[in-house]
Structures are given as C-alpha cells and as structure tokens.
C-alpha cells in the first residue's frame, strides 16, 4: 500500500521557485494499478522518484507499506521496482546477462536465486536469444525488454513505471501492456505515468490526474466513467483539467 | 557490495574502447614521441657537424686563416652573405669590414659582423663557433702587440675565474626530471577522464543513475566502488606509462639511457615514482570525480576536467627553473606541484623517506578531502538527477 499524504516540492529553476508538487495526496491499495495522468511537466515523474525515495520532499509524508520514504528508504527501496523512460538504465558495454546480474547483486540475491530468476524472466520477455549479447546494438523492443527485466529482477511488490512507452514502436508498446497483465495476476502494486488515455484505461483499475502539480482527480475508473457518463478518458481529461484550473484553456 | 560495484565499474570501463586506447596506445605514442623528441633533439651533440659560414665573395686567404683551425666550418663566397642566410643557403655569415687587416696593422679599430638566427640550432651553433675563432684570433691580435711593446702579456690577465658546480644535476638528468612527471600526469589524467566522466555524468545522461540509486546500495559505497575504479585505472595507464618510458630508454636512446646509468638505484627509484604515480592517481580521481558529478553529460563533464588537468603544466615550468636544493615543505605539500618536486629529486638519485612520504600523504589526504566534498554533493538529489 502506498500512501501519498499532502506532499509538497519545490525546485529553484533557473533563479525561480516551482512548485512542483502542490499538497498531493492519494492512496494506492494492494494490488492495485493505477494510471497517473497529466501533461508534460504537470508533476508526475517529481511524484514517482518522491515516492521511489529518489527524491526529498518538503512537505507531507509518503509511506510505503508502513515504512517512511525519509526515514526508511532502504526498506523501501528491496520492495520496489522503478522504470523512467521505455528503454532506460542499461549498461551498453555488458551483455543482457551481466545487466542483470549486476542490479540482482545490488539488490542482494544470491548466485542462485538471480539464475532462477534471470531463467524466469528470459522465458517470460523471450530474450533467450541475445541474453548474452552486449547492449550496444539491442533494438528498442530488445532494450525495452531487458529494462523491464532489469527493473523487476529482484521480484518487488510494487513497481513504478514513468512513461514506459514513451518512443516506443506498437510491438514495443504490447510487451508492456503485456507484462503489465502478468504482474496484475501475481497481485502486484503498480503506478504508471502516461498521456496515453487507452493504454491507461486498458490497464488501469484507478487513475490519479495531476496538474501542475496538484492532483485534480483520483478514484477508480469505472467510477469515473459512471460519473461523467463517457467512457472516453481523453475527453474526460480534459474536461477534468478546465473544470480544475479556469485558465487552462488560455 | 563494494567489491561488486568496483570490479563491474572496472569492467565496464575497460571495455570501453576509448578506456583501451588511452590506457596503452596514447601512453606508448606519446612517451616514445616526447622520449625520442629528447634524444635528438636536446642530447644530440653537434660534434662532427658541419656548417656552412657565408663570406663576402673575393675576400683575402688572411680573413680565411681565422677559420682554418675550425674543419667543420665550410666557408662559401656569396655576393650577399646576408641574403644567402635568409635563402637558407648558409647557416650564418661573417662580414669583415673593408680593409679590416690593414686596419689591424695601423691599429685603428675596425668591425667584424656575424648574422645569423638564434632561434636556429644549427646557426646558433655556427655563431658560437664563429664567435670563439675570432676571440682567439683577436687573442693573438693583442698579445702580438703586446709582445711589441716589449709588455708581458699577463699584465691583461690580472685574475683567473674558476667555477665549481655542486649540484649533481646533468642537462639531460633535469630535463628526464621533468619530462618523466610531465608525462605521468598527463597519462593519468587524460587517461582516466573518459572513465570518470561514464561513471557519473555518463549514468545520469543515459538514465542508469536512478536505477542505480533505487538499489538498497548506500550511496557512499556506489561513490567509493566508483572512486576506487577510476583509481585503479589512472594508476594502471600511470604504471604502464612508467614502463614504457624505462623500455624506450633502455632500448631505444643513448643519451638518455647514460644519463639514466649514472643514477645509482635506478629501479627502486622508479618503484618509488610508481609507489607516488598510485598516490596520485587517488587524488586525481577525486578531482575527475568532483567534476563527472558537477556536470549532466560527459561532454560537460570533460569541458570541466581538461582545463583542470592542464594546470599540471605551471608546476612543470617552475620546477624546472629550480635546483633540488631549493625546494622546501610548500614544495614537497603542495599535489600536483609535488609529483614534479619529488620525481625530480628521485631522478637525481636523491631518496628521501621523509619527502617521500609527505607527497604521499598530502595526495591521499587531498584526495580524501575531495571525496568528502564529492559525497556531500552525491547526497544531495540536486547533483545526481538530472
């Protein structure tokens, strides 16, 4: 269970104050996927590496499954898992394998239980073939693969993906949407940031809309098709963002 | 974890091809360059050259006599001697002024003119063996006339000047003290900079830092893994530079290589330089650390190191103008100013522990003041996000 409680952060941009999280609060139950909504810039990666613990906060709380992110973020941090980008943290020069042994090390998994594991994800993303080829030169869909992997290996109860298919092609896109499926059916905790509305209400049991840096909706998805009488989350978004912020249509 | 965390930034880093290629080419293609520029550049004698003296054209067999004792100066006619040193068809000229030896008889004070480019070996060479044939001859002038006068001649002799030099320094002793540090310093730091800046401005433009940050992993152990890799690869392109510079002075030099024979424990002197080459590796793998963090890309991150790496030259310069007598404990506390002052007096054969060990120390401690500064920085999400 992760729960988001009053969260504020500012940054200093460039000799300015942004508010980039503006008193955020919400709750994320067991089990539950939830989609985080909002345009470029409306807070949702400040709010993924907050409540990753990469980043501080200045005000509010924010516990995962009790533990504190401030003050207990190594016991966050082995029951988590965190994708930024599609296709992000590899490294070129090692092979999909040593990636991957690498990250299982650092999450303390034993030579055993990494083998185990590294099989077990091989079969579940069909990267058997370029296991042990060297990064540099994978396609996105090898790369995107294999950071999902690397991300996971160390089996967490809750993930966090921040735009995973963000420049990815439709093959790409559907081994995402795929894995995201699989995690649901082994009872995992997931938020996902992302602009798009179908992959969102494809996947998603609940949506959180945020804009700049305040959340202006949360709940679950059918409520909120049942609500606003349309099943067409884009519209539904953007009504949610006039009807929370007049100006946003200047 | 440490462990884990070293020897996969180690791998990572050497099999980089960039890592490789500065690890051992540049160290080989720049030691053997500078090693043979100085071999035949700095030590070759002009013993046995030959130059070639512009004179005006029809000038007297007497003019000619003042040369004769100097073989290796070949005295060509020209029309315009100047002329034919600008055209480079001689390397210097001497013009005697007109009736210079009737002026001599009738013992009115006449000229004689040398032209030629100091900034030229050859010519400055000529010019210092044309000058020596006319002060001996302008000897002979005047102790004819003495003689003449029925005066001893050594009435022009009232002293004679003896120099004695105390130093133990050679021409080509100092300037391997220089060229030797020189190198080492440049090897470590160009060649650890591709490395320092993957390992931290790299991760954060391609993303790999935030995985690496949401691992249980404390920061201070991925700092030190990371610290410790950088070490060991500018310490490694240090130690293989060393070796390079002993095998081409062994096996391809002459003047270099006597001059490193007249050192007596020439190997424990350079297990000594290796032994500082290490110490100073740590120190700058913190610098190279320091600015890898500062910066979002590795291309930012190396327009911050190179500019840093070149002060290495200023110590280079002032050492070199100064004797091993005159160094004191700013010299020997000082990193980076130093590695100069200590290799120095190691290649003048000097051990000594003490100043040995402050330039270890000093590098250590500075390294370890760096570090503090840079894990400050890597704590704070300001400097590790981008």
Redesign the interface.
């Known amino acids: 269970m992760i729960e988001v409680k009053d969260v504020s952060k500012r940054f200093i941009d460039k000799k300015r104050h942004v508010t980039a999280l503006n008193h955020v609060s919400f709750t994320v139950e067991k089990g539950q996927i939830v989609g985080l909504l909002g345009e470029n810039g409306a807070g949702k990666t400040t709010l993924l590496?907050a409540i990753?613990?990469?980043?501080?906060i200045d005000e509010g709380n924010i516990l995962v499954d009790g533990y504190d992110t401030v003050k207990n973020p190594?016991k966050i941090?082995?029951k988590?898992?965190?994708?930024?980008?599609g296709e992000?943290?590899?490294?070129?020069?090692?092979t999909a394998r040593?990636n991957l042994k690498?990250?299982a090390?650092?999450?303390?998994m034993s030579k055993h239980e990494t083998k185990v594991r590294i099989d077990e994800l091989s079969r579940m993303f069909g990267m058997r073939d370029f296991l042990d080829r060297k990064v540099k030169g994978f396609s996105k869909g090898m790369r995107q693969k294999l950071s999902i992997s690397?991300?996971i290996i160390h089996d967490p109860e809750i993930i966090l993906f921040d735009e995973p298919t963000t420049g990815l092609d439709i093959t790409a896109s559907n081994v995402f949407r795929q894995l995201v499926h699989q995690l649901k059916q082994q009872d995992k905790t997931i938020i996902f940031s992302s602009h798009i509305m179908e992959e969102v209400s494809m996947l998603c049991d609940s949506v959180a809309m945020i804009h700049k840096g305040e959340i202006v909706y949360h709940g679950m998805l059918e409520d909120l098709y049942a609500e606003e009488d349309s099943r067409d989350l884009n519209y539904i978004f953007m009504s949610k963002l006039v009807r929370g912020d007049g100006d946003y249509a200047s | 974890?440490l462990r884990?965390?070293y020897f996969?930034e180690l791998?990572?880093a050497f099999?980089?091809q960039r890592t490789l290629l500065l690890t051992v080419l540049i160290p080989i293609i720049m030691m053997t360059g500078l090693v043979l520029f100085y071999e035949f550049t700095f030590f070759s004698s002009s013993e046995g050259e030959e130059y070639d003296l512009a004179i005006s054209e029809g000038i007297g067999d007497e003019e000619r006599t003042v040369f004769q004792e100097h073989e290796n100066i070949n005295l060509i006619e020209f029309a315009d001697p100047v002329d034919a040193v600008i055209e480079g068809e001689a390397q210097a000229a001497v013009i005697f002024e007109a009736n210079f030896f009737d002026k001599l008889d009738t013992h009115e004070t006449t000229e004689v003119t040398i032209y030629g480019d100091t900034f030229s070996r050859n010519s400055s060479n000529l010019i210092q063996e044309v000058t020596l044939a006319l002060a001996t001859f302008e000897r002979a002038v005047v102790l004819e006339r003495l003689l003449a006068e029925g005066i001893d001649h050594e009435i022009i002799v009232p002293f004679t000047i003896e120099q004695s030099e105390i130093s133990e320094e050679s021409m080509p002793l100092n300037l391997l003290a220089m060229l030797v540090p020189l190198m080492l310093i440049l090897a470590i730091g160009i060649g650890a900079s591709p490395s320092a800046s993957d390992l931290f401005a790299g991760e954060k433009e391609?993303?790999?830092m935030?995985?690496?940050?949401?691992?249980?992993?404390?920061r201070s152990t991925l700092l030190i893994g990371k610290w410790l890799a950088i070490t060991t690869i500018g310490a490694v392109i240090g130690i293989i530079t060393l070796l390079v510079v002993l095998l081409e002075i062994q096996f391809f030099t002459e003047h270099l290589l006597s001059a490193f024979q007249e050192t007596e424990n020439m190997f424990l002197i350079f297990a000594m330089i290796a032994l500082i080459a290490i110490a100073y590796a740590v120190f700058s793998a913190a610098i190279l650390m320091l600015t890898s963090i500062a910066a979002k890309t590795v291309k930012e991150s190396q327009s911050y190191s190179t500019p840093v790496m070149m002060i290495a030259i200023v110590p280079a310069m002032l050492t070199q103008t100064m004797g091993v007598h005159e160094f004191n404990l700013f010299h020997y506390s000082v990193p980076i100013l130093n590695f100069f002052t200590i290799n120095k007096e190691l290649l003048l054969g000097i051990i000594n522990i003490e100043h040995i060990l402050i330039v270890i120390g000093t590098n250590l401690l500075a390294g370890i003041i760096l570090f503090a500064i840079c894990r400050m920085m890597f704590m704070k999400?300001k400097w590790v996000?981008d």
């Open positions: 590496r990753a613990t990469l980043l501080s190594e941090k082995t988590m898992g965190v994708l930024f980008g992000t943290g590899l490294y070129d020069r090692l040593e690498y990250f090390a650092l999450y303390g690397r991300s | 974890m884990k965390v996969k791998k990572d099999r980089d391609r993303k790999t935030e995985a690496l940050l949401m691992t249980p992993v404390k999400d996000m």
